[in-house]
């Protein structure tokens, strides 16, 4: 993809989750308000990175979450289609969603979800609570592009309320919030140690606080704010193409560190993961990271588009 001229080429240190490790960076500015950063490092292992930060009091910033539809919550749309369709600039995919594995057009959207004001899908317990928490915390995103981190309120059986005073508009949740105030939050399992533990031991893999699903190194997408909520952060890491992907605990550290983040959640990852973009200078719209579903990117549930004006 061919972007507006690099302006910053460097070697930099950052921290994951241990000791340092030096990374090739390109930060370019494709847009008014928006910075991509494509980052490669060696160490703990070899890994790809995909950045996008956008400062949401630029002019022209506007978002957009998948609507729904069909019979069930949404229509599944890879997210380089949604992009296209959209006219947008950068998408990454959101919610993880049911069935899956299928090749079901429609699904069902896991937590709370709103497009431009249409609340579509509430926050719920879901069936993979060895890697999703119950009522998720979810990242809103109001029509004047104030950001927020909002929970569910419990006084409403519905799901669809949530305790801040805000205005439902643009919304996306996943797994579990991993940076919290600044500070690592990846989920534990319930045990006798951790009785106050947010997910459920089991699943496919028996996972437990000695095996953690988050402890898997695979491709990852998170999304964060800034302290002042004045930057969007959008995160993705490959596994495929010499990537060899990323750790729950590593992404938060990374979040924090090295971009800023003080509240994040981890969103769909894996073959799901997936950032898109288009070239400013060709208007093409392509998939940024090595997706290691295929080339085009998994059709998902949701994503997150971005529309910002050329510089």
């Given amino acids: 993809m061919r972007i507006r001229a690099v302006t910053a080429l460097a070697l930099a240190v950052f921290t994951l989750a241990g000791p340092a490790a030096v990374a090739d960076q390109h930060l370019t500015h494709p847009y008014a308000g928006v910075s991509y950063i494509d980052r490669t490092i060696v160490e703990p292992r070899p890994l790809h990175m995909h950045v996008v930060q956008i400062d949401l009091r630029a002019p022209g910033i506007v978002f957009k979450v998948s609507p729904p539809g069909g019979d069930r919550e949404v229509p599944r749309q890879s997210t380089l289609d949604f992009l296209t369709q959209q006219h947008a600039q950068v998408a990454i995919n959101a919610h993880y969603f049911l069935p899956f594995p299928s090749e079901d057009k429609t699904a069902w959207v896991i937590g709370l979800g709103a497009s431009e004001g249409r609340v579509f899908s509430a926050f719920e317990s879901p069936e993979q609570r060895y890697a999703l928490v119950t009522d998720a915390p979810a990242l809103n995103i109001d029509r004047r592009n104030r950001a927020?981190?909002?929970?569910?309120?419990?006084?409403?059986?519905?799901?669809?309320?949530?305790?801040?005073?805000?205005?439902?508009?643009?919304?996306?949740?996943?797994?579990?919030q991993i940076?919290?105030?600044?500070?690592?939050?990846?989920?534990?399992?319930?045990?006798?140690?951790?009785?106050?533990?947010?997910?459920?031991?089991?699943?496919?893999?028996?996972y437990s606080n000695a095996k953690a699903w988050a402890g898997s190194t695979t491709a990852r997408t998170a999304i964060g704010l800034?302290?002042?909520?004045?930057?969007?952060?959008?995160?993705?890491?490959?596994?495929?193409?010499?990537?060899e992907g990323m750790r729950l605990a590593e992404v938060a550290n990374v979040l924090i560190h090295d971009f800023q983040v003080f509240d994040a959640l981890n969103l769909d990852g894996g073959g799901s993961t997936t950032m898109a973009m288009e070239d400013p200078l060709t208007g093409a719209r392509t998939v940024v990271n090595a997706s290691s579903d295929n080339p085009q990117g998994r059709?998902?549930?949701?994503?997150?588009?971005?529309?910002?004006r050329r510089r």
Avoid at 182 to 206: A, F, I, M, S
Avoid at 227 to 238: A, G
Avoid at 299 to 308: E, H, I, K, Y
Wanted: cysteine-free.
């Fill in 226 to 243: 800034s302290r002042d909520r004045r930057t969007l952060t959008l995160f993705t890491v490959d596994v495929r193409a010499g990537s």
């Fill in 148 to 176: 927020s981190i909002v929970h569910r309120d419990p006084k409403f059986k519905d799901g669809l309320h949530v305790r801040e005073k805000v205005t439902l508009w643009n919304v996306i949740a996943g797994s579990s």
């Fill in 179 to 206: 940076v919290t105030s600044g500070e690592v939050t990846v989920p534990v399992y319930r045990d006798e140690q951790h009785r106050d533990g947010l997910l459920e031991p089991g699943g496919p893999n028996n």
């Fill in 299 to 308: 059709v998902v549930a949701t994503s997150l588009a971005v529309f910002a």
